[in-house]
C-alpha cells in the first residue's frame, strides 16, 4: 500500500513549503511531449449494449453549440469593473483578514484591484490549459475503451473540448489582459492521467477528478462574476461538463464492480492524488510571484479568507458524491472517505451525483443564438 508521500512527495498535506516547491520551471515550453503507454483498441462487437451510455450520445448529438455565433462577443469586458463588482460582494478589495504587519498593509485599491486583474488572467488561464488536457484525454478514450456505446459518446467529447478550447483561448485574448502558463501541480496531474496505461484511470483522472472539479469551479464563478458575457460562456460550458462527469460515473460504476479490492485500492489512491494536486494548483503562486511578493507569506494570509476556504471545499462537491456513487469511498477499509476526511471535503458525499443530476444542467431551448 502507497504512503501519502508515495503518492504526493510529502507526508502531510498542507505542508505549505512542499506545495509551494512544485513549480513550473518551462514557462517558454510550447509544446510537450508526454508518453501514451495505452494500447488502441478496436472493437468488433457494433451492438448497442449500454443504453444509459447511448442516451447521453443522443443528448450530445443535439447540445452541440457554436462558439464563434453563439456567444455575445461584442460585449464589452472592463476588467477592472469586474474586480470592484466581485469584491463588493465580499466587503470590499482585500476584505476577510486584517493586513496590519502584512505585505497588503500599504497597499491601497489600485493593488488590490491589479491583483483581482492578475488572478481572473491566471484562473482562466487554468482553464484554458485543463480544457486542452481533457481534449487530449477524451482523443485517448476513444482509442483505449473497449466499448463501442463508450467510443460513440468520447467522440461527441472531444468536440465539446475542443470547442472550450477555442472560447477559452479567446475570451484570453480579446477580453482579458495577459496569459499565464499551466500550473505545476495540474501538469504534473495531466502527465499521469496521460501516461497511465489503463483506460479506466483516465476515466477516474479526467471524467471524475478534473472535469468533476471545473464543473464545481465554473458553478461557483458562474454564481459570482457579474460579467455577462463570461456568465453565459460558463453556462454553456456547463451543460457540457455535467455530460461528460456523467459518462465517467457511468462508465466506471460497472467497470469498477468487477475489480478486486488490490485494484479499487490503486483507484482509490489515484483518486487522492489527484484531489490533492488540484487543491494545491488554487494556490495562485504564480499571480503573487508576478506581483513581487513573498509567496509563501501571501499565501498563508489568503487563506485565511472565509471566501478562499470556502471556495476551496466547493471545488470538492462534485467529486466527493461521484466516488461515493463509484463505491471509491468506502471500498476495503473505507481508505478513500478517511483521506476525503483529512482533507475536510467529506461533507459533501451524500450531495446529487453527476451521473444522476446532468440533465439539470441542460441548455433550455432558445439558449442558443444562432437557433
Not at 454564481?223 to 451543460?239: F, G, I
Not at 475536510?344 to 443530476?357: L, P, R, S, Y
Amino acid at each position: 500500500m502507497a504512503t501519502t508521500e508515495d503518492l504526493i512527495g510529502r507526508t502531510d498535506v498542507n505542508d505549505l513549503e512542499a506545495i509551494l516547491a512544485v513549480t513550473n520551471t518551462d514557462v517558454d515550453e510550447v509544446v510537450r511531449a508526454v508518453k501514451d503507454n495505452a494500447d488502441a483498441i478496436f472493437s468488433w462487437d457494433y451492438e448497442r449494449s449500454r443504453p444509459k451510455l447511448g442516451r447521453l450520445y443522443e443528448k450530445a448529438k443535439t447540445s452541440m453549440w457554436n462558439g464563434e455565433t453563439d456567444l455575445p462577443w461584442e460585449t464589452p469586458v472592463d476588467q477592472e469593473a469586474v474586480v470592484l463588482a466581485n469584491a463588493a460582494q465580499f466587503g470590499g478589495p482585500g476584505a476577510g483578514f486584517d493586513v496590519t504587519g502584512t505585505p497588503f498593509e500599504k497597499w491601497g485599491d489600485k493593488e488590490w484591484i491589479e491583483v483581482g486583474v492578475q488572478s481572473q488572467n491566471w484562473t482562466l488561464s487554468q482553464f484554458l490549459h485543463g480544457e486542452q488536457g481533457a481534449l487530449v484525454c477524451t482523443a485517448k478514450i476513444v482509442e483505449s475503451v473497449p466499448w463501442i456505446d463508450a467510443k460513440y459518446y468520447a467522440a461527441t467529447q472531444v468536440m465539446d473540448e475542443a470547442r472550450h478550447v477555442e472560447v477559452f483561448a479567446k475570451y484570453l485574448d480579446t477580453k482579458l489582459s495577459g496569459h499565464y502558463p499551466i500550473n505545476a501541480h495540474l501538469r504534473l496531474l495531466l502527465d499521469d492521467i496521460v501516461a497511465d496505461s489503463r483506460w479506466d484511470m483516465t476515466y477516474l483522472g479526467m471524467q471524475i477528478m478534473v472535469e468533476g472539479l471545473a464543473l464545481a469551479a465554473f458553478g461557483f464563478i458562474h454564481a459570482l462574476t457579474t460579467e455577462p458575457l463570461l456568465k453565459q460562456l460558463l453556462r454553456y460550458v456547463m451543460a457540457d461538463e455535467a455530460r461528460h462527469v456523467a459518462f465517467g460515473v457511468l462508465s466506471l460504476q460497472e467497470y469498477y464492480e468487477g475489480l478486486s479490492n488490490a485494484e479499487l485500492r490503486e483507484r482509490q489512491e489515484f483518486a487522492f492524488e489527484a484531489a490533492v494536486r488540484m487543491r494545491d494548483r488554487f494556490l495562485q503562486q504564480e499571480v503573487w510571484d508576478r506581483m513581487g511578493l513573498p509567496v509563501k507569506e501571501v499565501v498563508s494570509l489568503v487563506q485565511q479568507a472565509p471566501e478562499r476556504q470556502m471556495f476551496q471545499q466547493m471545488l470538492f462537491s462534485k467529486i466527493v458524491p461521484n466516488c461515493k456513487k463509484l463505491g471509491l469511498l468506502d471500498a476495503g477499509d473505507g481508505w478513500l472517505r478517511q483521506k476525503f476526511g483529512e482533507l475536510g471535503v467529506i461533507q459533501f458525499e451524500d450531495w446529487a451525483d453527476t451521473g444522476e443530476e446532468y440533465e439539470a444542467f441542460a441548455l433550455a431551448e432558445g439558449d442558443r443564438r444562432s437557433a
